[in-house]
T-cell receptor
Framework: AQKITQTQPGMFVQEKEAVTLDCTYDTSDPSYGLFWYKQPSSGEMIFLIYQGSYDQQNATEGRYSLNFQKARKSANLVISASQLGDSAMYFCAMREGNTGGFKTIFGAGTRLFVKA | NAGVTQTPKFRVLKTGQSMTLLCAQDMNHEYMYWYRQDPGMGLRLIHYSVGEGTTAKGEVPDGYNVSRLKKQNFLLGLESAAPSQTSVYFC????????????FGPGTRLTVT
C-alpha cells in the first residue's frame, strides 16, 4: 500500500532564507507522481509542484523546487527566499500510476512559519 | 469558469441525521474525489470516481456513500451522522492524464453534535 510520511509537524524559517520540507514515500509501483500542495489559513488547497517517477530532472516552479531522490524515496520541497506569505500548511501527496486506481494519497502535512 | 464548487459551506447536524454534500466541477474532468481533513492527519481519501457512473472506496469509506450520476457532479452522503464525522470535507477533480494535478473545492465544514 502506498504511504506518505512528513515527519516535521512544524518548521520555522527567517524571511528571505531557504527552507526544506521533508517528504518520504513508499510504493512498489514503478510509475507514480509526487505532488506538493499549500494550504494557507484561508483553507483552500493550492497546487505547487509535480514530479513524475520517470522524470530525470528535479522539478522547479519559481521559488519552489522538488529535491527528488528516488533511491531514498524522498521528495523534499525546497522554498527559496521565503516570504511572509509562505506561512501555511504544506502537504506532500503521491499518486500511483499502474495500481491503486489513480488515487492520490496525502501526508499529514508540515506547518511552516516565516518570521520577519 | 467556477472550477470546483461545494455545497454547503457549513453545516451542523445532530447525531443520526442524514445529509448530502454536493460537489460540482465545470472543467469536464474525469476523476473526482472526496477527502476529509482532520487536525494532524492531513487529507484522507473517502471515495473517488474515475468516470460517470463509477465509484470506488478510498482509505476511510465507512459511514459514507457516493454517487456520480453526472460527469460534473459527485455527491457524498452521510446516512446516519456520527460525531466522528465532524471534519472539513474537500472535493477535488482532475483530468484523466496521469500527470494532472487535482483542483480542490473550498471545503465544507461539518459539525455533528
Amino acid at each position: 500500500a502506498q504511504k506518505i510520511t512528513q515527519t516535521q509537524p512544524g518548521m520555522f524559517v527567517q524571511e528571505k532564507e531557504a527552507v526544506t520540507l521533508d517528504c518520504t514515500y513508499d510504493t512498489s509501483d514503478p510509475s507514480y507522481g509526487l505532488f506538493w500542495y499549500k494550504q494557507p489559513s484561508s483553507g483552500e488547497m493550492i497546487f505547487l509542484i509535480y514530479q513524475g517517477s520517470y522524470d530525470q530532472q528535479n522539478a522547479t516552479e519559481g521559488r519552489y523546487s522538488l529535491n527528488f531522490q528516488k533511491a531514498r524515496k524522498s521528495a523534499n520541497l525546497v522554498i527559496s527566499a521565503s516570504q511572509l506569505g509562505d506561512s501555511a500548511m504544506y502537504f506532500c501527496a503521491m499518486r500511483e500510476g499502474n495500481t491503486g486506481g489513480f488515487k492520490t494519497i496525502f501526508g499529514a502535512g508540515t506547518r511552516l512559519f516565516v518570521k520577519a | 469558469n467556477a472550477g470546483v464548487t461545494q455545497t454547503p459551506k457549513f453545516r451542523v447536524l445532530k447525531t443520526g441525521q442524514s445529509m448530502t454534500l454536493l460537489c460540482a466541477q465545470d472543467m469536464n474532468h474525469e476523476y473526482m474525489y472526496w477527502y476529509r481533513q482532520d487536525p494532524g492527519m492531513g487529507l484522507r481519501l473517502i471515495h473517488y470516481s474515475v468516470g460517470e457512473g463509477t465509484t470506488a472506496k478510498g482509505e476511510v469509506p465507512d459511514g459514507y456513500n457516493v454517487s456520480r450520476l453526472k460527469k460534473q457532479n459527485f455527491l457524498l452522503g452521510l446516512e446516519s451522522a456520527a460525531p466522528s464525522q465532524t471534519s472539513v470535507y474537500f472535493c477535488a477533480s482532475r483530468t484523466g492524464a496521469s500527470v494532472g494535478e487535482q483542483y480542490f473545492g473550498p471545503g465544507t465544514r461539518l459539525t455533528v453534535t
